[in-house]
């Protein structure tokens, strides 16, 4: 992305979330972004995803200029390309695990083989929980039915907003490990905001936005050097 600037309303009550942010974000890496509360890291998340619309500046994923599609080409790309998991699980309620799994696959028009959502289920612990609805199941497990979702369609890049910010100690490290194999062995790229340096540790770079600009770039990050830039960060903003 490049040059990229989000302001939110107009006039005097205009508010600059991004403020000229260029970064490349590498295929097949774990990109971690952090920054303090209010810094721009889900409106750069939405931007990169083609969720939202950048005021400035260009977005390209692969080959594609997001900044340059249109809304029904945005939809497209998303649903074959982009898989998202957010802190919020965004689990249909009155779908079984399964059926939400199966959903990317039934919207994109492809036949939902049962044995795929299965091996999906499987693949994130939860092979014998397919018949159950949400409301039945842990947050850690629906963190987990929401993963084998953005993973069924085998999206080039996965986006994740926190998407261990709900969960404990154990779930959290289930769940960074399934996306740490979806780069290592599944050749994806996952793009993620976390506020925990634990979770920012199992990334390959971690960029660190304060006031809608990148601060810092991170490579081979320690829990304990991110957890210290962390806090240099939030004393200064
Ligand atoms: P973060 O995810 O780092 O907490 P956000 O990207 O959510 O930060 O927000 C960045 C800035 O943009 C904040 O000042 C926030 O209040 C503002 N903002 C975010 N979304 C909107 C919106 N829909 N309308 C107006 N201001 C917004
Ligand atoms: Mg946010």
Not at 71 to 82: A, C, K, N, P, S
Not at 209 to 234: C, H, N, S, W, Y
Request: with cysteine; net charge neutral.
């Amino acid at each position: 992305m490049n040059r990229l600037e989000r302001v939110y309303g107009a006039g005097g009550g205009a508010v600059s979330a991004l403020r000229g942010v260029t970064l490349d974000l590498p295929r097949q890496a774990m990109t971690v972004v952090m920054g303090p509360s209010g810094s721009g890291k889900s409106t750069l998340l939405h931007c990169a995803a083609g969720l939202d619309k950048p005021s400035a500046g260009t977005v390209h994923l692969g080959a594609h200029e997001l900044t340059a599609m249109s809304e029904t080409e945005l939809t497209v790309l998303r649903r074959e390309q982009i898989g998202f998991v957010f802190q919020s699980f965004n689990l249909i309620a009155s779908l079984t695990a399964a059926q939400n799994v199966a959903l990317p696959l039934r919207l994109a028009g492809i036949k939902a083989e049962r044995n795929r959502v299965e091996q999906a289920l499987a693949l994130v612990g939860l092979g014998d929980q397919a018949g159950r609805l949400p409301a039945a199941l842990s947050g850690g497990q629906q963190q987990r039915v929401a993963l084998a979702r953005a993973l069924i369609t085998r999206p080039q890049v996965i986006f994740g907003d926190e998407p261990t910010g709900a969960l404990d100690t154990s779930n959290a490290r289930r769940v960074l490990e399934l996306l740490r194999r979806a780069v290592d062995e599944w050749a994806q790229t996952v793009i993620m905001v976390t506020h925990d340096p634990v979770a920012a540790s199992f990334a390959d770079s971690v960029v660190f936005l304060a006031d809608g600009q990148v601060a810092d770039i991170i490579t081979a990050p320690t829990a304990d050097r991110v957890a210290k830039r962390m806090t240099e960060l939030e004393r200064v903003s």
